[in-house]
């Protein structure tokens, strides 16, 4: 299972608004097969692991990260295609929240007299598929916060544009969390301020670049920020209040694609119903404060890097000694001179 959970994740956020799922088949103790949800989100991981297998799948155990699909979707219910391949163990790390399947494939697999495991590795199998569970479950994508915070705990200096918090090291793995989301949120004040591109740039990886969305309630955004100028490669949303105009006009025209909406919390439920399973957020001030304060931040990622920023810096709503109640620390990195730490919200039960 940990095998099929590692393949599952070489294909996050890319595979949407199906989840990445692993799987992997054992005969006599080997691996004779594996499969990860193709880009796009099909075919599915367990047809592609039993077709590896071929005659060998015969009386051999799958495992598999998520419930295998009852449905008749785009592709015929997995169930069925293990049934057939004479597979005679099932163990599945989690059940499938989808109406659709929800236990229905579990169900299956046992009237075939399969035996049927659930719940190994589950904690592990739930954090590399968070973002799927959190749209199926809540309505609304998985919110990741990132922040680069300098050593006086500000995210930049006013007026200066794009202010280097962190080193390159960073800048690789905040690219790399770009290319596992499915979106990637800013507000109008950063998109103003540091004119960003929001892609992905890592060699071999340009593919990957997710859903850019701003919000910009009076459609502020200029038709010639690198936003709007690359809205044809890479997609860019606008969320503008209802009746706005400002830039409307000339923003249409690049191609940017404007949605009028009450506000933040519209706006996650209609990137759920488009499939959009996760969501990063990088920036800025406003919108982090907004989101922490609606309790809508699922995990953060805190970068801390030396640079003092010193006059005119932009508090940041979160630092190392600063952070807001009801969250853990999952994960701690360094970075080149920068560090890392990803905190994960705790569920509200876990806070008193
Ligand atoms: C599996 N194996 O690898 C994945 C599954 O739109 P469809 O027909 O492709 O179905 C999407 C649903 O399939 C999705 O909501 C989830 O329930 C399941 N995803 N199931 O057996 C897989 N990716
Ligand atoms: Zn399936």
């Known amino acids: 299972m940990r095998e099929a959970i590692g393949l599952s994740q070489i294909h996050v956020g890319r595979t949407g608004p199906n ?4 799987c992997v088949i054992v005969k006599d103790g080997q691996v004779v097969g594996r499969g990860v949800t193709a880009l796009g989100g099909r075919p599915h991981a367990e047809p592609q692991a039993l077709a590896e297998a071929g005659d060998k799948a015969r009386g051999a155990t799958a495992y598999v990260t998520l419930e295998p699909c ?3 979707g785009k592709t015929p219910p997995c169930a069925n295609t293990i049934i057939a391949a004479g597979i005679s163990r099932v163990v599945v790390a989690v059940a499938d929240p989808d109406p659709r399947v929800s236990g229905q494939g579990l169900k299956m697999l046992a009237d075939a007299d399969i035996e049927v495991t659930i719940g190994v590795l589950q904690k592990d199998a739930r954090r590399a598929m968070s973002g799927y569970l959190t749209r199926q479950t809540k309505g609304r994508p998985q919110v990741t916060l990132k922040l680069a915070v300098s050593a006086d705990g500000m995210l930049g200096r006013k007026g200066a544009g794009q202010v280097a918090i962190t080193g390159p090291e960073a800048w690789k793995e905040v690219h790399l969390l770009r290319a596992s989301s499915d979106a990637i949120l800013v507000g109008i004040g ?11 740039r890592l060699p071999g990886l340009e593919e990957a670049s997710p859903l850019r969305v701003v919000l910009d309630r009076r459609a502020e ?12 490669a890479v997609p860019v949303l606008v969320a503008v209040s209802h009746g706005s105009k400002g830039n409307r006009a000339a923003l249409a025209e690049t191609g940017v694609e404007i949605v009028e909406l009450e506000g933040v919390e519209e706006l996650l439920s209609m990137l759920a119903r488009r499939g959009i399973s996760s969501l990063m957020v990088e920036g800025g001030a406003r919108v982090a404060t907004d989101l922490l304060s609606r309790g809508l931040v699922d995990r953060i990622h805190l970068y801390s890097g030396e640079i003092v920023v010193g006059e005119g810096g932009i508090s940041s709503p979160i630092t190392v000694s600063q952070m807001p109640p009801g969250f853990a ?6 970075l080149g001179q920068d560090r890392l730490q990803i905190y994960d919200r705790l569920p509200a039960s876990a806070w008193i």
Do not use: M, N, Y
Request: proline content about 8%.
């Open 19 to 22: 989840p990445s799922v692993g």
């Open 70 to 72: 009852s449905h008749h």
């Open 190 to 200: 950063t998109a103003l301020a540091d004119d960003p591109e929001l892609t992905v």
């Open 221 to 232: 955004l200029p038709a010639t920020s690198k936003l709007a100028r690359t809205a044809g």
């Open 329 to 334: 620390l999952i994960e701690e990195r360094t």
